[in-house]
């Protein structure tokens, strides 16, 4: 149950985990997310999360698979999405059920199906929905409600539950959320931008990104096909080419049924795709980065910072997965002041909230020595990385840390580094301004003096105005 460890994590995890799904949704369904999420207390460590959508809605007939059995999911192809387990949402309903023995509340409708209400519990021993009641009643609009009664401790973990919703404002800045506990309207925040991302592609799988287990579900759809075409049909990158040179040198016989392969035999076969060199670099269409501008517009107006400058890093990829990063760094008095920048950490538009000291992001964040960029001597400085790929290295289940990947370290730093840059040169031009500053002063009081002095020597009553003097003075130096 990672991520649902205490009644305070039981209930920020609930709500990410519908938030995520919600948010997939309205991606799937290319609209502007309108989430409402509702807290009701129903006793003193009892509470109810709602979250309702605007997204696609549910299909009446998937509705007990998608939320009542653990790895539901038959992905074929890859693509960036916040969900990629087929285990979150389950993962919350089955909390509520073993601490509140009570049914999670599904009301969805979609475009080409009527709205219909689901009461379901999940048979734990069978990995099975249980569908306690099923009926016919109209949504106001096509999206998705589901409603959770778990054990939640609602004042404590209320901070993070608002600090995520901020958060998710500024990776999904053309999102809007509002916040209501126990009927009440505590928070309405986002919309910053009115821009939607480009619809996300899904590709094939890449070869080298390939597993057991999706080996195993290829070929259970592939099961007669040769390996030649089996190869061709199921991953990118591959053509009629690519393969002869892979059976080639790897020896394989290119006419040899899928289904004749032995479990040994699938297992080296996933081996050498994985370890070969001669295919191309995986395709990056499936990926969504935040981009420049909608990133800068959600730092700018969650965190009014002062001064943003953002970084990226060019499409590369981890065992076959596509990786993209980008960064901003910031600086505002909002940000906590520290010898070390703030960081705040995304993968695929989520937030990473809890285990912020332990994980890739933090570890290169502390090898890099910003006192050469002179980090303490301005005023607070943040960095908010993102990070986005068909797969997230997670540390654990509760999706809260990533991963020491080679490839993931060394982006980060390098971005990382290209923004420490940045920070100096800002800091550099800062200072050259301030010295600006307490000159033109100096030389603004002796003008003065020489001013006045003047115009007792002329014999005259009215000192001139030296100020228009001054700045032609300044004026000039900095065009030199
Ligand atoms: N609000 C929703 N709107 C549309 N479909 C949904 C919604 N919530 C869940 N689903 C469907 O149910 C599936 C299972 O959700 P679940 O959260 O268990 O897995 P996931 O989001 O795919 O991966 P993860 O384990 O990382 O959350 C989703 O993949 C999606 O197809
Ligand atoms: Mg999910």
Redesign the pocket.
Known sequence: MAGFGNPTQAAYSTIR??V???L??CE?AQTQPMLEIDIQTINADTIMIT?S?N????PPE?VPS??GR?L??SKYSQQQ???????????AILYGQITTDSPVVIH?QTHTSKGVLYKLLVDVENNRPLVESKEQLSRNAV??T?TVQLRGDLKRSLDRIVEYIRLSTVSTPHAKFSLKIDNEVVLELGGWSKTLPAPIRATKPHPRSVDMELLRRLISRHSEKSLDSFLQSCFQKIGSRTSARFLRFMNLNPNRLMSEFTRDELSQLAQALRKYDGFERPDSRCLSTIGKDEFLTGVVSVFNAKLVEYASRGVTEWQGNPLALEAILAIGDEFPRSDVPTLYRFVNRVPLLYDSSEGVMTRVLKRINWTRYNAKSCEPVALFLHLCSTKIPFRAAG?QSLASIPEIEHETYHLFKELGRKLGRLNDRSRRSARQVKKMREFSRSFRQIARFSTTLAGQDEVPSTDELVKQLFEVSQDE
């Open positions: 985990e519908l995520e799904n919600s997939d949704s799937d979250v959508d997204g696609t809605g549910v998937q998608a939320f653990v539901y999911g999405k916040r969900g990629t387990f087929g285990l979150g949402v389950t993962m969805t999206g998705t589901v999706k």
